[in-house]
T-cell receptor, first 112, second 111 residues
Framework: DGGITQSPKYLFRKEGQNVTLSCEQN?????MYWYRQDPGQGLRLIYY???????QKGDIAEGYSVSREKKESFPLTVTSAQKNPTAFYLC???????????FGSGTQLSVL | DAKTTQPTSMDCAEGRAANLPCNHS???????VYWYRQIHSQGPQYIIH???NNETNEMASLIITEDRKSSTLILPHATLRDTAVYYC????????????FGKGTSLLVTP
């Protein structure tokens, strides 16, 4: 089945540690996105990528990094510089130029 | 993007129509209205979008006023599984930028 897969579903980070969230899609979509959601809040854009080897910062990129080496994959690294990383992280993809996004099931990141 | 205004929360009885309003009074002529919903602890799901004509699909209907300053998402026969947060987003198509999701409307469908 075509879709977008995020892993792991739950992730715990220790103080000072970098962690990487995985996002893979087999929809042949050009564009991929990372959003962060805090309890009771809407989604805030972290990074997005319209094409392989290119990405742009969103509204809250500080403390995060991404790569887009393959069309299918858009991993997000939460670095130790992100002081408040506890949140629900959502990855999405879409065909180039279209606003119909397909979302993964999310990763809940918590700090130990 | 044009700013949208939605009620924070709404209730609807199961089996009745749920009408979710969205105000977008500053919408420009080439901006579309998109609706998504997010069931608790899941990723948002695309529902429908439109420019100026009313649209219907298997999930919902979208009614856009003639002046395009507001719209209503209609779930014709709400079920308990329609309990979710509904997001109304206005965006130029093919803009090259990501969608901005606000806080949306929390819809509670009751038995």
């Amino acid at each position: 089945d075509g879709g977008i897969t995020q892993s792991p579903k739950y992730l715990f980070r220790k103080e000072g540690q970098n962690v990487t969230l995985s996002c893979e899609q087999n929809l042949n979509h050009d564009a991929m996105y990372w959003y962060r959601q805090d309890p009771g809040q809407g989604l805030r854009l972290i990074y997005y990528s319209q094409i392989v080897n290119d990405f742009q910062k969103g509204d809250i990129a500080e403390g995060y990094s991404v790569s887009r080496e393959k069309k299918e994959s858009f991993p997000l690294t939460v670095t130790s510089a992100q002081k408040n990383p506890t949140a629900f992280y959502l990855c999405a993809s879409s065909s180039q130029g279209l606003e119909k996004l397909f979302f993964g099931s999310g990763t809940q990141l918590s700090v130990l | 993007d044009a700013k949208t205004t939605q009620p924070t929360s709404m209730d609807c009885a199961e089996g009745r129509a749920a009408n979710l309003p969205c105000n977008h009074s500053t919408i420009s002529g080439n901006e579309y209205v998109y609706w998504y919903r997010q069931i608790h602890s899941q990723g948002p799901q695309y529902i429908i979008h439109g420019l100026k004509n009313n649209e219907t699909n298997e999930m919902a209907s979208l009614i856009i006023t003639e002046d395009r300053k507001s719209s209503t998402l209609i779930l014709p026969h709400a079920t308990l599984r329609d309990t979710a947060v509904y997001y109304c987003i206005v965006r130029v198509a093919n803009s090259g930028y990501a969608l901005n999701f606000g806080k949306g409307t929390s819809l509670l469908v009751t038995p």
